[in-house]
């Protein structure tokens, strides 16, 4: 018996480092198709689902106009649930409304957020708002104003506004606009430019607009503000939850060299303007102390402005499972990668668009779109002609240390950027054109930190204490003990 036992752990042994080093999941291959017929929008910049079960989807104008579906179907109705056009400054091409959220509780109490530019004076505004008597339009008279945050310059607004997997609102917002931070709001704590915040706005009244979590990393921290979940950003052009890990991913648009995806950890620092991506920026060497790198980055041959996207967890396409799906605005090159505790599967080339790549979103099912500034919205399909792509995971980044937490015109800049070109006919498929051979596509970033190592090297030092452990308890039982 014991004999047996000790072969099957050495089986499990060797097990384990065969699987260490097996190859991930593939990664495609994609095609988009044109979703909802030919119903087109102007300039679309988000879409989501309300979360209340009726299957309708929500497509926001950045003119300050949203949109409701009646479903995901070809040729679905649609009409309009707000217009606050009136409202909404499009002064500048980065201005305008950004952002939608619809309550944890919409399905009961009716309320939604939006986030958007306002003039006189400059400043973006978190408002929410509730449904009128009609479920299919939403009351422009309820506003009530949560936040409002003087804007210096009209480009950088950040925008995106998601609840996470607790509950709280998440809004993020660029460093305040011109170019390279000139007022070095990236690396301040006092002031709510250039970070991603983290709010309570559950019974918010005029008087109590929102509160601010005991657990914010910088509550209680001298200077700082509050409501900061993490900094050090330059223009976080969409973020996102993955559904199944509760991970934050953001997109944060770049200057004039690199464009990244950070995984968004509370208190971290993301280094802008120290640093652009993994590159120093100010200067030709720079202190990276306590600067959090990104996951992955890609540098100007291959686009000019990142636009976040979503971990796909839908069923309709499994060449994407677990994937993280996002795009360059300008060039409409589509990357996804893998991201595990073994590391970094990818990324790879999914297509590219033959249009501006403005925003993605997700319905109730988890299933993934693509929205253009050629007025269109796409939808992923699995491609069964070509062949899979197996990309090569790479190290992980080091696991977390605690945060110092207290209880209680230029292309690059440009997250919403330039007017649409003429609509291109429906996509069939990925493009045949690879990114420039002198460059990879979105180049994985080795990152600091062996965690990959280390889970194998702990997995074969459990086995072998398993295995020695047993050999102990035979030759104790054979000595007659």
Avoid: K
């Amino acid at each position: 018996m014991a004999r047996r036992g000790l072969l099957a752990l050495t089986l499990l042994f060797w097990a384990t480092l065969v699987s260490a080093g097996a190859p991930s999941q593939a990664i495609g291959p994609v095609e988009l198709e044109r979703a909802f017929g030919d119903i087109a929008f102007d300039e679309p910049v988000f879409l989501t689902s309300a979360g209340d079960g009726s299957g309708r989807l929500f497509v926001v104008e950045q003119r300050g106009v949203v949109h409701v579906l009646a479903s995901t179907a070809p040729g679905t109705d649609r009409g309009v649930f707000l217009d606050i056009t009136g409202r909404v400054s499009r002064a500048r091409r980065e201005e305008g409304l950004l952002g939608l959220a619809f309550d944890p509780g919409f399905a009961s109490n009716g309320y939604f957020y939006l986030y958007y530019s306002a003039a006189g004076p400059r400043r973006s505004v978190l408002s929410r708002f509730s449904v009128s008597g009609d479920p299919g339009a939403a009351d422009a008279t309820s506003e009530l104003v949560l936040l409002e945050v003087p804007q210096p310059f009209s480009n950088h607004n950040g925008g995106m506004i998601a609840f996470g997997p607790d509950g709280f609102l998440y809004v993020g917002l660029g460093d305040g606009g011109s170019g390279g931070d000139p007022r070095g709001n990236g690396q301040n704590l006092g002031t709510l430019l250039g970070s991603i915040l983290r709010i309570d706005v559950q019974g918010a009244s005029a008087g109590a607009p929102y509160r601010i979590p005991p657990d914010n990393p910088f509550v209680g921290v001298a200077g700082a503000r509050g409501e900061i979940w993490a900094y050090g950003l330059r223009n976080p052009w969409r973020f996102s939850f993955d559904p199944a890990t509760g991970d934050l991913w953001a997109a944060d648009v770049g200057q004039a060299d690199r464009e990244e995806i950070d995984l968004v950890l509370p208190g971290r620092n993301y280094g802008w303007n120290t640093m652009e991506g993994t590159n120093c920026f100010l200067t030709s060497d720079c202190d990276r102390s306590g600067l959090e790198p990104p996951v992955v980055e890609y540098g100007h041959g291959l686009g000019c402005s990142v636009t976040g996207g979503y971990v796909y967890r839908g069923a309709a396409v499994p060449a994407l499972s677990g994937v993280y799906v996002y795009a360059d605005f300008c060039s409409g090159r589509i990357w996804g990668f893998r991201h595990t505790d073994l590391g970094v599967s990818g990324p790879v080339h999914l297509l590219r668009a033959p249009f501006q790549v403005s925003s993605f979103g997700t319905d109730a099912r988890g299933e993934l779109y693509v929205l253009g500034f050629d007025g269109g919205v796409y939808r992923f399909v699995g491609d069964p002609a070509a062949p899979p792509a197996t990309p090569t995971p790479t190290p992980a980044p080091p696991a977390p240390t605690p945060t110092t937490a207290s209880a209680p015109a230029q292309p690059p800049a440009s997250p919403t950027p330039t007017p649409a070109q003429a609509a291109p006919a429906p996509l069939a498929g990925p493009s045949p054109e690879p990114p420039a051979p002198t460059a990879t596509a979105a180049p994985e970033v080795p990152l600091e930190g062996g965690r990959a190592r280390g889970a194998i090297i702990a997995g074969v030092i459990a086995t072998g204490a398993g295995v020695l452990s047993l050999l102990y308890l035979v030759r104790r039982r054979r000595l007659g003990h």
